[in-house]
């Protein structure tokens, strides 16, 4: 369900002020191969997410998503721009 969100109050200088402060971020989307569904592979996932966690704690990637279907295997934000991540 989606909420309905008043937005006259936000004026155009709140919203120019905003976009100035703006930082940049990279969004990383994991794609699993058919190898990520091949027997013996969960225990490099399970170090892959492990690889995650601490990206997370070290405050790195702050957002870390597991998906998990079969078209997207998890979604991460860096704190930094793409050429950084």
């Known amino acids: 369900m989606t909420a309905s969100v008043r937005t ?3 004026t155009d200088d709140d919203m120019n002020n905003r976009v100035g402060q703006a930082k940049a971020y990279a969004l990383m989307v994991l794609k ?3 190898r990520y ?3 013996g592979s969960r225990p490099i996932v399970w170090e892959h997410g492990r690889r995650n966690m601490a990206l997370q704690a070290a405050g ?3 957002i870390v998503c ?3 279907d079969d ?3 998890g979604i ?3 704190n930094t721009d793409p050429d950084e991540a």
């Open 71 to 73: 078209e997207i295997a």
């Open 37 to 39: 569904f091949a027997a």
């Open 66 to 68: 597991p998906v998990g």
């Open 60 to 62: 790195i990637m702050p």
């Open 32 to 34: 699993p191969t058919p």
């Open 8 to 10: 006259d109050h936000i």
């Open 76 to 78: 991460g934000i860096f």
